[in-house]
């Protein structure tokens, strides 16, 4: 493998065998798995002690649900007895987990109550469901499968969003609406996409008709900011901003180098003029969340980890998951969130609340699976990333950094 | 994989690697065709010359038929010219075998008896089907993949079952109903769900409606045939044996350790007090078989080897067969057999004949798969047995042992 | 492999790993795109510049195209930037290739004319898509994969077909149907089927019943020219000849053994006796072809390689393409060819030009799947070929000679 990456140079995609190996993709979850937090839901998915819902990633299966001290924990989803999943549905409620084989309960701790005829000495207590680190930050669900003493730190993880989250209130959020795009090529194809809006003005003519084209120019692009022709783009941010901030709103930014442990970005900008919010007409179509008192159009990215971002407008947000699951397929997810007391059909419709992400994401599964059809070829040769691709490269550099092969 | 097994400890499922790893199986495939004898089904399937069925396990297809002597043969489906599969047909009547492909022509006892513009020198006699071994035991058709010389013993193999199944006429029997629940798992964990009743009460409400309570919980179990809570049991199975062979019926079990080469079990027991066949409400379901005169409730269960099991009651039986697919794929296949005059509507209703295994196998399949699914992911660990699974932890053993794993 | 292969001997059929083990797949197409032309299509596919069709090889997609100088151009259809498919119409028209990524365009000659945002010092001219070699013989058009300067030469791949091509307009002919037969057999086995007629009279009737009996007997035999059995025939083969010779017709016939590069055949031949063409009932079913004034029912067969065969008639042709997909997945696809000005519906009936060989090659499919079915089994073994097979055993050895494995 040290011998194929040998031949890559930074600015350049990676080579074909990162992206079609089966061996590659096994090392690559496991590093993955212990090294980042994943972002699984949204805790008004289980508001009460018992409620639960299931995350599922390359073979694993994840329960995560609440105790009765109200904290959220989550737990491998494999019996401790012969290995069963313990729980079947993909979300619920429940008293104890009792695994469907042989009746084996575990409360919401994990812990084992109920093991009927066991062998003396047997000892319940080491014999929980296996615990998996669990984090929350503004009502977002992260898990990390490392050992518990050695997660990374959810702290380090988390504190540098907090600022551009203020008064929004994500944490106070309800689920409105969720959908799925299996997708068949390598989450690192899925990832290169979403760091990138070369590709908007080709694939995503509803996204581009949305969003201010001169804010897409700049999307992972190498700095332009001195360049003239920028001048009015400029003038209109700084404006924006000012008007931001009187109202007490956040603004500002921050994107990881390849030298970062997770690769995080973030910032709080404007949909595009004249918009309050992220919708085809940029006419709103949810109420406004948290403590905001009017509409600014703004809207704060967050990019926890490559796999694992979260876009908040005034009146809703959408929580991207990209979920590995084999060498070539890549489950992507969607949540779309809103105020907690926001009506279905009066105070939003779920299908106008989707509409763009979910052309978007349609269009990106179509574009990100020729992508692997092509890359898994002869005729792929890595290439030259344009100057809007410039989160490409250092995410390029950084998964070879990370997973030590370079 | 001696790595893997060395952190096993008796008394534990085994590590996840011999569920998932397609290398395993391979090697157990392997191991399996030429050590064991497989049940592949019943001798009234083909009671003349010329009739066959096929039976298929792993990537072979094998005819079963009977020649002109009235012998049991059975051939690898394979031309001996180019390897084309002679026979398409599952199950029905040849004069010949006649390959589709270039009409070379094989009689019933595999011999080839045309084929045409070969070169001079070429030896008929030397290019047969390739026999497979087989043996008949009670009208159950085995076969075994060894070279002929290495084939293991056939009486051996079923010498003492012999005792168990007098006069209860399963070689007289006729297939009823026959049907396949193809389930997605390592064959070893539909081994291990046959093995123990410790499953039951929480997966099969209506097994145990129909089965005595206590015999299932003794089922695999610790012995606690001392246990004085077991008392009225002992003395109901001490009347109930008693009677049986009052009545000329035979009783008695065994049951193989790890040391066995095949891992034999049998048994004759009631099937639960005041029932008469393992039926839904105890009631006859089809005419007495054999030479039964009346009524004993008693069944004679027979493990030829974890693979090939057979159940006789009085007035049916029911052949289990569990077939290696593929590492996580075993086809299961349950036949129906009824005494040989019985007729259909008439005598018996194939559905009510099937309902309580139909029931008992589709829930089996469930549970299995989900067994499969956690033992694949990173939550499973090789869990301690209950007092209740002592046959799997003797498979386990057994199953290392004959693999040259411990 | 070398060990597996040592056992081989002339006159059998393969040992079965090298129709079943992947290793062996992925190294035969590797041999096989390098060394060897592979027949596409037809430039009546292509006539103007900008018309293109795709061709799909293992995971390989090549764009073929006419560029503005009328020259047959084919490229890897792949992205030089970041590897996507180009072009996802199966066949149309394009003035320029653009991709549906980031619009990178391409034009007729793989130069890439567009792409926007590169950095500085990016060298269009070296990121055109990368060339696949191209021949076209009458009207066929061929490719390899071999990098520019190690390609096979063409001429001398075709030459020697010229001489009994001559007159009979392939070139000018146009494709009338096409149709696909995915076959799940390696791709050997789909040669095999194909270099031999003892099959014929067991699997295709209607094949049978439309050829001259002897000359099936003849093909791919030992040599009977002597035998006083075949004399009748002779004498009709002979006075065929004269006919057609002195019709200005080409007669003639030539095979190679395995020293060749490319096991290339091909020979004129009539049909049968009374029949004009090869159709059930041997009355024309298209217009003449080429400069032919009249009917002589020969048949130009031309394997151009193992992978590449033609069929032309005096009223239509039929191209057979053997695609290797994977290890145990060959999609063989027909194209029939008629005159360029005959009218569908007029002067043919796309079904009745089909029929044959639609029939005959469905068969095919049938017998070569139930072959790997029988060759991955156990039950196999290497078996004697008979003396109508001779060209089998000489491609047996051509393929493991060029593969360095004897």
Known sequence: MKDTVSTWAYGTSLPAELYVSEEVFRDD????????????????????????????????????????????????????????????????????????????SYDLDGQLRAAASMPEGFDKSANGLLPINVGVFEGLIFVNFAAEMDAPDFTTFTQRFAPLMHGQGLAQTKVAARKTYPTNANWKLVVDN?????????????????????????????????????????????????????????????????TSAYFQAANRLPIAKGALTES???????????????????????????????????????????????????????????????????????????????????????????????????GYRPGVLSDREVWIAEFGKWYLEQRGLI
């Open 29 to 104: 979850l496991d590093w993955l798995l212990k090294s980042q937090w994943f972002l699984t839901g949204h805790i008004s998915q289980i508001p009460n002690a018992g409620d639960f819902f299931l995350y599922a990633i390359g073979n694993e299966s994840v329960i995560v649900t609440r105790n009765k001290e109200g904290e959220v924990k989550a737990f491998h989803n494999a019996c401790r007895h012969r290995g069963s999943r313990v729980c079947l549905e993909n979300e619920g409620y429940k008293r104890l987990f009792t695994c469907p084989y042989h009746s084996w």
């Open 194 to 258: 979403f760091f990138e809006c070369y590709h908007c003005s080709t694939a995503h003519p509803s996204y581009c008709q949305v969003h201010d084209k001169m804010k897409l120019l700049a999307f992972g692009a190498v700095d332009r900011s001195d360049d003239p022709e920028m001048a009015d783009h400029r003038k209109w941010l700084a404006e924006w901003e000012a008007e931001a901030e009187a109202k007490g709103y956040p603004t500002g930014m921050f994107h990881d180098d390849a």
């Open 280 to 378: 085809m007409d940029g006419q709103p179509i949810a109420p406004l969340m948290g403590d905001l008192a009017e509409f600014d159009g703004g809207q704060t990215g967050c990019v926890f980890s490559p796999l694992s971002t979260v876009l908040v407008n005034n009146d809703h947000a959408v929580i991207f998951l990209f979920i590995p699951k084999d060498t070539q397929e890549t489950t992507v997810e969607a949540i779309w969130l809103v105020a907690p007391d926001a009506e279905e059909g009066t105070d939003y419709d779920p299908q106008t609340l989707m509409h763009l992400w979910d052309t978007t994401l349609k269009e990106d599964k179509t574009i990100t699976e020729n992508n692997q059809l092509g890359v898994a070829s002869r």
